[in-house]
């Protein structure tokens, strides 16, 4: 079995066919596994969502921030639709109810130690390792599936920015999935800044990538992760990040999992412009 790791697809169906293609992906033996936000910023999210959806045991899918929007926005309990947002198409498919309670099922955090990787959209603090990483996506699905309204309503804002054992209640569920879908920037203390979006190298201290925190408890882990465009497709301190900016015109990346990762690559047409998001 051959498992590739797939970045922010967002709704760039063509893309995606495009690159299954380039990597000859048969679904009889391969896996995929895709780093998250499936949908939005893009022109086809229903197309990727049903896609994706099919592929049944084939896939494995952690949530991203786009991909909760969706849900958020479907429940009514978002922020409402965004001016570059295209996910309207799903609200109004014929399958949309299948296809939402299909991605809420999905998890924050996926490992295969068979595989010898784990997988997160964003980042997880310093503080944590990866059985308490494997726990809080457990934690935070459980209260998706018990009370989806309230999460969605509770889950925006920038706080709690660092981690205790202590947090509860929707402080430690905000935390968890600003973690998993959100972090780029800490400082060396473990503290979280959830509001810059920009490169490494346009940032002054104390703020550094989350992945170089020094005594960070997941260094020996090797994880694949999504979301930071910006920084484009790097391998830094064990972590492979593979957004590579397809809905920005970059390319849709395909990164072969095991001993030697190997990444194969298709050019994209773009849907947004930079300043746009």
């Keep these: 079995m051959t498992v590739y790791a797939i970045?922010?697809?967002?709704?760039?169906?063509?893309?995606?066919?495009?690159?299954?293609?380039?990597?000859?992906?048969?679904?009889a033996r391969d896996r995929l596994w895709f780093v998250g936000d499936l949908v939005n910023r893009g022109p086809d999210s229903l197309g990727v969502l049903r896609f994706v959806r099919k592929l049944g045991t084939g896939a494995v899918t952690?949530?991203?921030n786009h991909d909760l929007h969706l849900l958020a926005v479907a429940a009514g309990a978002g922020r409402g639709l965004r001016r570059n947002d295209t996910i309207q198409d799903v609200l109004a498919a014929r399958d949309r109810d299948e296809l939402l309670d299909w991605l809420r099922r999905r998890p924050l955090v996926h490992h295969d130690a068979e595989v010898g990787f784990a997988m997160v959209h964003a980042g997880l603090p310093p503080q944590w390792t990866l059985a308490q990483a494997l726990q809080m996506s457990r934690e935070f699905a459980a209260a998706l599936s018990a009370e989806p309204d309230a999460v969605y309503a509770q889950m925006y804002g920038d706080q709690p920015d660092r981690w205790?054992?202590?947090?509860?209640?929707?402080?430690?569920?905000?935390?968890?999935?600003?973690?998993?879908?959100?972090?780029?920037?800490?400082?060396?203390?473990?503290?979280?800044?959830?509001?810059?979006?920009?490169?490494?190298?346009?940032?002054?201290?104390?703020?550094?990538?989350?992945?170089?925190?020094?005594?960070r408890r997941t260094a020996d882990v090797r994880i694949v992760t999504g979301h930071?465009?910006?920084?484009?497709?790097?391998?830094?301190?064990?972590?492979?990040?593979?957004?590579s900016g397809c809905v920005w015109g970059g390319r849709l990346t395909a990164l072969k999992l095991g001993a030697h990762p190997e990444v194969m690559q298709v050019p994209c047409r773009g849907s947004l412009k930079v300043g746009e998001d």
Excluded: H, M, Y
Excluded at 7 to 27: H, K, M, N, T, Y
Excluded at 164 to 179: A, H, T
Excluded at 228 to 243: E, F, H, Q, R, Y
């Design 62 to 64: 952690v949530l991203g």
């Design 228 to 243: 930071w465009s910006a920084l484009g497709l790097k391998t830094i301190a064990n972590v492979w990040c593979i957004d």
């Design 7 to 27: 970045s922010d697809v967002q709704g760039c169906q063509r893309e995606l066919e495009s690159l299954l293609e380039r990597i000859a992906f048969d679904a």
């Design 164 to 215: 205790e054992e202590s947090l509860s209640g929707s402080d430690r569920l905000r935390f968890i999935v600003n973690c998993c879908t959100r972090l780029r920037f800490c400082d060396p203390g473990g503290r979280l800044n959830f509001k810059l979006k920009v490169a490494p190298d346009a940032v002054d201290a104390p703020w550094i990538p989350w992945f170089q925190a020094p005594r």
